[in-house]
């Protein structure tokens, strides 16, 4: 039986730091990730990738600061399934012409979180524009916006950032899947909704871990790994010290314990690596490695692979 694979595809894959936001440079990125998804997939692996949104959601949000005047301005819910359109269909290309015999399909995909969660009271996820302090208390008062001051650039607006509760279109994607198809899902974490007074789904303003909502879709989909792609071969402990350690092989008690005395980031590896260590938990494989080495990886013969 073919094993189902959940790649997390970090946004660097897709447009990296201080790279402009064209299409061409994006594509060209997109073109390089999809030659190493590739690899993965003639391993005989099934799968469905997970990609981050952020700097495409932020561009489409300044296209709605911008335009204001003459278009009107979208909801973030809105803006990230424009993300998840725009996203996919670059993957889908890409991944057609290096798989051509292989079916590819973008599913717009919806994540629920709980309106009570905790986060919505305590907004931290920054988004969109800066801006001054004058402006910030403009728009505080205009639209009612929460804002803060994003490490001295200037001010952005807050939205939560809740736990994902659970995949609206797990079924399609499992049912895609079972039928060969390489799915592309849950962008950005998903577009995030909450069930209203009348048990209708809603849109929020709010911003869902990609990687969170990666171990959620793991979990749902019974994945046998949870691979997490970044831009470094290896998770480290003591990282940028003289005493740095490269982690290949780890047991669920131990990457706990390294994760417990905090040898990893709230902003860069703490996430992708609290993802993986619930997953193996499982008694499953989790996975953190650079992309081009992610069908090595696959194989055990790269990356820091934790084991349930």
Request: charged letters at 25%; hydrophobic letters at 35%.
């Amino acid at each position: 039986m073919k094993q189902k694979v959940v790649l997390a595809l970090g946004g660097n894959a897709i447009l990296q730091p201080g790279q402009k936001g064209e299409y061409s440079i994006q594509k060209e990125n997109v073109d390089i990730s999809a030659k190493s998804i590739a690899k993965v997939a003639e391993t005989g692996c099934d799968i469905v990738i997970v990609h981050g949104n952020g700097p495409q959601v932020g561009q489409i949000l300044r296209q709605n600061e911008l335009a204001k005047d003459e278009v009107p301005i979208q909801p973030l819910p809105v803006c990230s399934a424009e993300s998840q359109g725009f996203i996919g269909y670059m993957m889908q290309e890409s991944l057609k012409n290096v798989l051509p015999s292989k079916q590819v399909a973008t599913i717009l995909t919806m994540t629920e979180v709980d309106p009570s969660d905790p986060a919505f009271k305590h907004p931290t996820k920054p988004i969109g524009s800066f801006y001054s302090e004058d402006e910030s208390k403009q728009l505080a008062l205009e639209k009612g916006w929460v804002m803060g001051e994003d490490a001295g650039r200037g001010y952005r607006r807050l939205v939560a950032s809740p736990n994902p509760k659970g995949i609206v279109e797990v079924e399609t994607i499992k049912l895609l899947m079972d039928n060969g198809v390489l799915v592309v899902s849950t962008g950005g974490g998903g577009i995030p909704v909450i069930k209203n007074t009348q048990g209708e789904y809603e849109g929020v303003a709010a911003v869902i871990d990609k990687d969170s909502s990666a171990l959620k879709l793991s979990k749902e989909i019974d994945a046998d790994i949870l691979m997490i792609l970044t831009d470094v071969p290896n998770v480290y402990i003591n990282y940028g010290k003289p005493n740095q350690e490269k982690l290949t092989d780890l047991t669920v008690e131990k990457a706990q314990k390294y994760y417990d005395e905090g040898h990893f980031s709230d902003g860069s590896m703490g996430p992708k690596m609290a993802a993986c260590i619930e997953f193996a938990k499982l008694g499953k494989t989790a996975i953190i490695c650079s992309l081009d080495q992610a069908a090595e990886a696959v194989n055990g013969e790269a990356g820091t692979r934790i084991i349930g």
